[in-house]
């Protein structure tokens, strides 16, 4: 699969680094909200050694609400222009808005990563079908503002593999080329410290999806709750999440720190041979 010039069947798994052009995510909220600061965030985590850059206008953590298609355009839009006037690294465009994701496909981004496996906005499969684009289809429980009110499963991977399996089809209905197609379980995403850390222990799972796997575990609230540290002192747990998570099949790690990921996959790559 190629996403712009990075083809992951040849270099996988690959490293995505996230700019959050937002006020209030749950890491880096605020950071990069000017978008001379993100468009500096990006091209740094391409120096760092990130395969794609993943730009976003609207918080998903829990609790959060939507913002506006204008107010996320405005956030987005001109970090993606300004990002491709000076790189030509692969952008994937955030966003659970098929007109956001117009836009950001006409200001040079490559991917389309919806966090609601286009439930949200249905016109969102038209799109990634008639660009031609890799569409990430990721799973969760309601909606950011709701989905960690108790989630509960019966069969946690049995449930997920047939959410993704569902929304693969609907893509493929809608005209999405298959070889298109990466699916994501949406860690922390209506799910219990001991639901994410059964996906991970059990990613391998969904291979049976045959599709490339997204993994996003980065600086998450579980590894807070398991290691008792707060946002900003989570790497060491990251890094042992996606020690598994590759391990198990993952395909593509979204991370907000680059540099240690990549000396970590790169460490990982030599033992594995």
């Not at 107010?71 to 790189?87: D, N």
């Not at 955030?94 to 490559?110: C, F, M, N, P, S």
């Not at 990721?138 to 108790?150: D, I, N, V, Y």
């Not at 999806?209 to 709750?225: E, V």
């Given at each position: 699969m190629r996403i712009g010039r990075f083809n992951l069947d040849e270099r996988c798994p690959a490293i995505m680094g996230i700019v959050n052009a937002?006020?209030?995510?749950?890491?880096?909220?605020?950071?990069?909200?000017?978008?001379?600061?993100?468009?500096?965030?990006?091209?740094?985590?391409?120096?760092?050694?990130?395969?794609?850059?993943?730009?976003?206008?609207?918080?998903?953590?829990?609790?959060?609400?939507?913002?506006?298609?204008?107010?996320?355009?405005?956030?987005?839009?001109?970090v993606i222009e300004g990002v491709r006037r000076r790189s030509s690294v692969p952008i994937s465009i955030d966003t659970t808005k098929a007109r956001v994701a117009a836009r950001a496909l006409d200001a040079g981004a490559e991917m389309i990563n919806d966090i609601s496996a286009a439930r949200f906005d249905p016109r969102m499969l038209g799109l990634a079908a008639d660009r031609?684009?890799?569409?990430?289809?990721?799973?969760?429980?309601?909606?950011?503002?709701?989905?960690?009110?108790?989630?509960?499963?019966?069969?946690?991977?049995?449930?997920?593999?047939?959410?993704?399996?569902?929304?693969?089809?609907?893509?493929?209905?809608?005209?999405?080329?298959?070889?298109?197609?990466?699916?994501?379980?949406?860690?922390?995403?209506?799910?219990?410290?001991e639901h994410n850390l059964?996906?991970?222990?059990?990613?391998?799972?969904?291979?049976?999806?045959?599709?490339?796997?997204?993994?996003?575990?980065?600086?998450?609230?579980?590894?807070?709750?398991?290691?008792?540290?707060?946002?900003d002192e989570r790497l060491e747990g990251t890094l042992a999440t996606l020690a598994i998570a590759v391990d198990k099949g993952a395909s593509i790690l979204r991370v907000h720190d680059v540099s240690p990921a990549r000396r970590f996959l790169d460490m990982y790559e030599s033992l594995s041979g």
């Amino acid at each position: 699969m190629r996403i712009g010039r990075f083809n992951l069947d040849e270099r996988c798994p690959a490293i995505m680094g996230i700019v959050n052009a937002t006020p209030d995510s749950f890491s880096d909220g605020g950071r990069f909200l000017e978008p001379s600061r993100a468009i500096a965030r990006a091209l740094e985590l391409e120096s760092e050694g990130a395969d794609i850059v993943d730009i976003g206008g609207e918080s998903s953590r829990p609790g959060s609400e939507p913002v506006s298609v204008d107010e996320e355009l405005r956030r987005v839009i001109p970090v993606i222009e300004g990002v491709r006037r000076r790189s030509s690294v692969p952008i994937s465009i955030d966003t659970t808005k098929a007109r956001v994701a117009a836009r950001a496909l006409d200001a040079g981004a490559e991917m389309i990563n919806d966090i609601s496996a286009a439930r949200f906005d249905p016109r969102m499969l038209g799109l990634a079908a008639d660009r031609g684009v890799p569409i990430a289809l990721m799973h969760m429980k309601g909606t950011p503002r709701t989905m960690q009110e108790a989630p509960r499963y019966g069969d946690l991977m049995a449930e997920i593999g047939s959410f993704l399996a569902d929304a693969m089809a609907r893509a493929e209905g809608a005209g999405v080329a298959r070889d298109r197609l990466i699916v994501d379980p949406g860690i922390g995403f209506g799910k219990t410290v001991e639901h994410n850390l059964t996906i991970i222990a059990h990613l391998d799972e969904l291979s049976a999806l045959k599709a490339p796997i997204l993994i996003g575990t980065s600086r998450k609230a579980f590894i807070g709750k398991v290691l008792d540290l707060e946002v900003d002192e989570r790497l060491e747990g990251t890094l042992a999440t996606l020690a598994i998570a590759v391990d198990k099949g993952a395909s593509i790690l979204r991370v907000h720190d680059v540099s240690p990921a990549r000396r970590f996959l790169d460490m990982y790559e030599s033992l594995s041979g």
